[in-house]
């Protein structure tokens, strides 16, 4: 089933409009969007300090969304050394 079916059948199961139902269906991802980006990520964070962060969201039917203190720590890693080869690299073109 594609999305513009899934909003109509809502639509009319819920008897509201299907821009209602568009609405509440993209604000939900809006909200976890909005939430990740303004998470503190590109700061050193301790393990503690990183727990503390709302990292989890559970999505119905779809599973869980969440990301260990060792991925947040791959992911630095990976950008270092991303930057670092995208650095070498428009030095050597000088």
Do not use: W
Not at 17 to 45: G, M, Q, W
Not at 47 to 68: Q, W
């Amino acid at each position: 089933m594609k999305y513009p079916d899934i909003l109509k059948l809502l639509s009319e199961e819920l008897n509201i409009s299907e821009e209602v139902v568009d609405t509440a269906y993209k604000s939900f991802y809006a909200f976890i969007r909005e939430t990740i980006i303004n998470l503190p990520l590109k700061k050193n964070l301790t393990e503690e300090e990183f727990n503390a962060l709302k990292t989890n969201f559970n999505l119905p039917s779809l599973g869980k969304l969440h990301c260990t203190y060792e991925r947040y720590l791959g992911i630095k890693e990976q950008s270092k050394y991303i930057k670092n080869l995208k650095e070498r690299y428009e030095n050597k073109e000088d």
